[in-house]
């Protein structure tokens, strides 16, 4: 039972979940410093704007790529600009690969900033773009909201858990304790225990001697997972926690908030993915080379998931690459082809743009994918 099922949702949060909260605070905190100064540069410079999309999509997470949605539909920046952002974006994903190897996440996000800044100058210098189609007769009213910032309840509507559905929730656990304050009064101590641990520091058998025979990693591990599937209830199972809003906090209690849910929302879905390949390995003996998602196959299918919108979905399909069920090429071909959260707002501003976005975004998936099952 510990090995079959503890042991991977442990793993789901010490080896990814408390690096997640880590580092996705530390992003918001530069979007919430820096993030204004990064899109009022693009507007003023509209020969960048590839470059600068393929910046902020591969930035780890989804804002980067969210906050130039609302500028395309303003016509302050290219077509071109917002595939790039989209083919450069690994979503959540990214936070996956990131905390199980830094090393790894670097080359294949330089991988997917090349072909992102590639494929928006294509699109650009193609002239491709529905919004600016020769027989759109007038440009239509901007969609309610663009205008101005986002109302102050957007948090709680959009993005970033319901705190009064997480206090409910977590009432019986944690009195009167906001679902953010607790999540970061475990991860603190989980983070202090799974850096040594992970990074084979110290030996887990002398921190478990040290606790009177309580493994701390395992103990920390299953409870932060089990804390991060009720703030994810508690947000309402939402496929995605990342908005305008969330994308541009507006103080660092909002990042922290934010974090929590972002970290919260990874950790359940590595888990599902985590406890799903060891039941499935355990019970067929597959290690993963029987499974059809090698090859040519392999590449169209992970193209084919990266259609899904959202992040769920990506961060299972990441997390059986971090489990060994799916070779590199289809994981590439996926990373490319996913757009994250940030086609949802766009879908809901240009509903033809984003449908033309994330097929053009396959195409360079699948070409990627499959040169690198010649090189490799």
């Not at 910046?55 to 395309?72: K, R």
């Not at 559905?165 to 019986?172: D, F, Q, T």
């Not at 998931?305 to 769920?312: D, K, R, S, W």
């Not at 809901?348 to 976005?357: D, E, P, Q």
């Amino acid at each position: 039972m510990t090995e079959l099922v503890l042991r991977p949702l442990a793993d789901a949060f010490m080896q990814v979940g408390v690096y997640v909260a880590v580092m996705v605070a530390l992003f918001g905190w530069l979007r919430w410093r820096y993030g204004d100064r990064v899109t009022d540069g693009l507007t003023s410079r509209p020969r960048l704007g590839p470059l600068v999309g393929a910046l902020l999509g591969v930035s780890p997470g989804c804002g980067g790529a969210i906050v130039l949605m609302p500028l395309y539909a303003r016509r302050k920046v290219s077509f071109g600009t917002v595939v790039a952002a989209l083919a450069a974006t690994m979503g959540d994903s990214s936070w996956v690969v990131l905390a199980w190897n830094p090393a790894f996440a670097l080359k294949i996000h330089a991988l997917l900033f090349a072909v992102g800044l590639v494929t928006g100058y294509v699109v650009d210098a193609l002239g491709i773009d529905p919004v600016r189609a020769p027989r759109r007769r007038a440009a239509r009213p901007e969609p309610a909201g663009l205008a101005g910032p986002a109302p102050a309840d957007a948090l709680a509507t959009v993005g970033g858990p319901d705190l009064a559905a997480s206090r409910r929730l977590l009432g019986g656990l944690l009195p009167r304790v906001p679902a953010s304050t607790a999540f970061w009064g475990l991860t603190t101590p989980a983070f202090a225990v799974s850096v040594p641990v992970v990074f084979q520091m110290v030996d887990p058998g002398v921190l478990t001697r040290a606790f009177g025979g309580v493994d701390p990693y395992l103990a920390l591990g299953v409870l932060g997972t089990l804390v991060a599937v009720l703030i994810f209830a508690a947000g309402r199972g939402r496929l995605a926690d990342d908005s305008l809003e969330t994308a541009q906090p507006t103080s660092f209690r909002v990042t922290l908030r934010h974090s929590a849910h972002e970290a919260s929302f990874v950790t359940v879905w590595v888990a599902v993915a985590y406890v799903g390949w060891q039941v499935f390995t355990t019970t067929t003996g597959f290690d993963g080379s029987q499974l059809a998602l090698t090859g040519l196959l392999g590449v169209l299918v992970g193209a084919g998931i990266g259609l899904i919108p959202g992040c769920a979905v990506q961060i299972v399909f990441t997390g059986l690459y971090v489990s060994g069920g799916i070779p590199l090429p289809t994981l590439v071909a996926n990373a490319i082809s996913q757009d994250g959260d940030a086609l949802i707002p766009l879908a809901a501003l240009r509903r033809h743009s984003a449908a033309l976005a994330t097929v053009i975004t396959t195409i360079p998936a699948a070409a990627v994918g499959a040169a690198l099952l010649l090189l490799l």
